[in-house]
């Protein structure tokens, strides 16, 4: 009886040591907060002019990379913000890429028909899930200069309470980026 008792007390006290480090459950905003300071991952795609296009060709620039696919609802509801932002920051050395496994000329077509001003590239839905940087649809990544992972997040909206203060940090983080290649 009394080992059962020591093995019992044993068990509880190693349950209690365990647990004093805090549990980080396995949601959206931990994984992108995981990305943070990691390098964009080496991709290889196909532009809506089928042009080749790869993570090379983003080298030394500020990026931001919209994932996203012509059947995805919210993916098209934040269009017009990802917009606004080609407008006031498409001048300033950024570069916007909107990543789809939609495949060029369906992208392309898409696009033209609904006015979305980022690059497009396409990769197969397997490639896409294999960067392991988006973690659902849409997704938004920004990347340095130095092709670090600075901020990602879900949807870019200011307008719905759910998204505007993300969307307000990934806005000032990107800023943020823009100063500090003017000093």
Known sequence: MKI???MLLNIFSFTALAQDAPVKWATQETF????IGKSLPTFNGVTVNNKPFSNIDLKNQVVVINF???KCPPCI???PELNNFVDKYGKKSVRFIGITHDGPASAK??????GYQYEIVSLS???IRNLNINHGFPSNVLV???GKIVYATANISFCDPQFKAKSALFEEKLKSLLL???D
């Open 4 to 6: 059962y008792l020591i």
């Open 32 to 35: 992108f907060e995981d990305l």
């Open 68 to 70: 996203w696919f012509e």
């Open 77 to 79: 509801a934040e269009m």
């Open 109 to 114: 077509r898409f696009q033209k028909r609904n």
């Open 125 to 127: 839905k397997d490639e």
């Open 144 to 146: 340095g200069k130095d």
């Open 180 to 182: 500090k290649e003017l």
